[in-house]
């Protein structure tokens, strides 16, 4: 069965710093990837998608992700965060071999900038 | 564009009693799910509706978690009766289409309590 993989559950960081956050996904068969951000007290909404094409995807709020097959990999980026960015962030993988392309979210990431 | 509205907000239940939750998914969303999120977890997908055909419920506890989607339009999720690993916030989401490839768009969550 597919699983996602956020590595780490705590990214403290500085204003103006950039930041990673990863994310590993099980199976090397195509699948679809997403980023999803929770802001506190709101509902999760799509950062970026990744489908097909180029591995580089680019979302709102200057985050971008870059798609690695051979890694199974799919790290969330951006060069400068603000105190805005504060939240949990989610990675999720639909796999389309399943009937309903059953979408499976990582345990979240919680990011924390600090001024 | 009104968003996918979740009622209630909160729900303090003792255990063994039921619950219900409402969603009303965003008008011409084709697809609709229902999460599980536990503190410190990812969303866990309990059932996806596509039109009002069930797609997939393999992680729904179906001894005591039913759910329904009226005419393909909004859903109602059953607790009944409540175990104390229940308490979490159950998240709605809808999409438009059925190819796994399009956005998820989520509810604010209803957070259940059972004491």
């Known amino acids: 069965a597919q699983s996602v993989t956020q590595l780490d559950s705590q990214v403290p960081v500085f204003e103006e710093a950039p930041v990673e956050l990863r994310c590993n996904y099980s199976s090397s068969v195509s699948v679809y990837l997403f980023w999803y951000v929770q802001y506190p007290n709101q509902g999760l909404q799509l950062l970026l998608k990744?489908?097909?094409?180029?591995?580089l995807v680019k979302g709102i709020n200057g985050f971008e992700a870059e798609f690695n097959k051979s890694q199974t990999s799919f790290h969330l980026r951006k060069p400068s965060v603000h105190i805005s960015d504060t939240a949990e962030y989610f990675c999720a993988v639909s796999d389309p071999r399943t009937g309903g392309f059953k979408t499976i979210f990582g345990a979240g990431t919680r990011l924390f900038v600090k001024a | 564009e009104a968003g996918v509205a979740q009622s209630p907000r909160y729900k303090i239940i003792e255990k063994r009693q039921s619950v219900a939750f409402w969603c009303n998914p965003i008008s011409g969303h084709a697809t609709l799910y229902w999460y599980q999120q536990i503190l410190g977890q990812g969303p866990k997908l309990l059932i996806q509706?596509?039109?009002?055909?069930?797609?997939?419920d393999s992680q729904l506890p179906k001894d005591r978690f039913s759910a329904e989607r009226l005419k393909g339009v909004d859903s109602t999720l059953k607790i009944q009766p409540a175990k104390l690993e229940d308490s979490a916030v159950y998240l709605c989401a809808s999409s438009f289409g059925t190819s796994g490839t399009n956005e998820q768009f989520f509810g604010p969550g209803t957070r259940l309590t059972v004491l």
């Open positions: 509706f596509q039109n009002n055909g069930v797609v997939d």
């Open positions: 990744y489908l097909s094409g180029s591995t």
